[in-house]
């Protein structure tokens, strides 16, 4: 699977959007854009995917470059709650079930 | 009521013992996963069942046995436990193969001294 590219770490203030930046520059035609957020001491949760349009859901949305080599997940408004992991992963559908690898991922601090 | 859930929270063992992990979970999934979430915090897939035959077998020895009585239940079987296999384990599930959403549980965190 190709790899991604994110910071370390970003901080928000609350109630501001935040929008975390993801470098996929050899990303292949079938490879889904997917991310997920791990909260302190919780497993992964799912947030969003995309492969070509920009996507939204009640959680984020996802904004994907024309060249399709790098994405952003945008919050619309940060909580004290949406401190988390957020990770950011390339995977092709595969009939043989979807097989992450996440990898360290963009640690988010929300400022009160 | 938990989707996905796993038992033992936490499990702390000698080296060399035999130990299970236990996974349920109540969506009505067709297909579940193990991970292993490694001291440096990367969560990479273990194992994959989809109707209770194993579908991924990612490279784990073969110390790691899963066992899915049926399709709400994937245990993990860990014999002779090495310092190595110290981590954070994982179960999750999705609705079928081709499904992206996966629910993860909260965790097993494992222990080997």
């Known amino acids: 699977d190709a790899k991604t590219t994110q910071p370390n770490s970003m901080e928000s203030n609350e109630e501001e959007p935040v929008h975390l930046p993801c470098n996929h520059s050899?990303?292949?035609?079938?490879?889904?854009i997917h991310w997920y957020r791990q909260l302190p001491s919780q497993g992964p949760e799912y947030v969003i995917h995309g492969l070509t349009s920009n996507v939204n859901n009640r959680m984020a949305s996802l904004a994907i470059a024309e060249d399709r080599k790098s994405s952003t997940l945008i919050l619309h408004r940060a909580t004290l709650r949406d401190a988390a992991v957020y990770y950011c992963?390339?995977?092709?559908?595969?009939?043989?079930?979807?097989?992450?690898?996440f990898g360290p991922g963009t640690r988010l601090s929300v400022l009160p | 009521d938990t989707a996905v859930s796993q038992t033992p929270k936490y499990l702390v063992t000698q080296m060399g013992n035999d130990k299970s992990i236990k996974c349920e979970q109540n969506l009505g999934h067709d297909t579940m996963y193990w991970y292993k979430q490694d001291s440096k915090k990367f969560l990479k897939i273990m194992f994959s069942y989809n109707n209770k035959e194993l579908i991924i077998n990612e490279t784990v020895p073969n110390r790691f046995s899963p066992k899915s009585p049926d399709k709400a239940h994937l245990n993990l079987h860990i014999n002779s436990l090495e310092l190595g296999d110290s981590a954070v384990y994982f179960c999750?599930?999705?609705?079928?193969?081709?499904?992206?959403?996966?629910?993860f549980g909260p965790g097993t965190r494992l222990t080997v001294t």
């Open positions: 050899t990303i292949s035609g079938t490879d889904y």
């Open positions: 992963i390339l995977l092709a559908y595969d009939n043989y079930g979807q097989n992450f690898v």
């Open positions: 999750a599930s999705s609705q079928d193969l081709g499904s992206y959403e996966q629910y």
